[in-house]
């Protein structure tokens, strides 16, 4: 098994997915496309083609697709077996490829399933042959869909033998105030894993933690540039600290209490406000939310070191 090992860049397709799996109706993975940046051959003209046709393959499976970072990633390889070139008028650039895809773990390091398909492609330049090959690579295969329940049910299956062992690292994370990675482990529980309900108890604890850890170091800061300048240039830069405390936290209130004494003594409305929930929509699905973009702050750092394996 080889690494290819590149900076996430414009080549970093990410898809959110909500995947439709078993009898028990639907459950959430999450996938993200991924192309090397360093794929040989691979031109910018091209390039476009093969990102619109792995959103396909995501898509004709189920999955919706939004700019998200995830833990599974799909991913190609190329290899060239022939490239020609026909005399003209017009020249012609012949391309036989053969594209093997991989679904993985994108952080873990570990590949679930993959499939090899033929491609090939006839145009005036090199690029637009690839283009032509890629415009081939059908999402309704038999070898691909194959592919792709085979990777989700081996998913799922990873999830039921190890959610344990997952939330005990969450935790453990946690316990050296590793909040975020924490919460992406525990957020990427699919909802149709026997771990979800575990899972998701373990992410409200974590959660909890973080808030409450994030909250005393942004009301102390608030607090001191408060204290250092009680006019409406100090109002404001304690604003900037206090916009980061969440409700649930512990301090939340003396957050709320600082707020309405510096709109007392600046008489002037701020322009920030302590967070607060929007009543009009289901405070479980706010605080799910919350959750995810704990983990994603973490994922989108962990992109610049992103590595897929290869068999």
Known sequence: MKKIIGRVSALLVLLTSLVSYGQEGKCEIAFMSYIPEQTDGL?????GQLKTKLKSIISSSGLGSSEDYAQFAITPEFNVLEKSILPGPPRSFVLDI??????GDAFGQKVFASTTVNLKGVGESETKAYINAFKKLNPKNKEVA??????????IAYYDGNYNTIIKKA????NQKNFEEAMFLLTAIPDCSKGYDAGMKAAERVYQLYVDHACMENFNKAKAAWNAQQDAYGAHEAGQYLVEIFPESKCYSAAVALQREMKAQVKADLDFEVKMYNDAVSLEQQRIEAWKAVGTAFAKRKGDTYVVLRK
């Open 146 to 155: 194959a592919f792709i329940e085979e990777s989700k049910k081996k998913i």
């Open 171 to 174: 935790e453990t994370l946690a």
């Open 43 to 47: 031109y910018s003209g091209a390039e």
């Open 98 to 103: 053969d594209m093997t895809l991989f679904i």
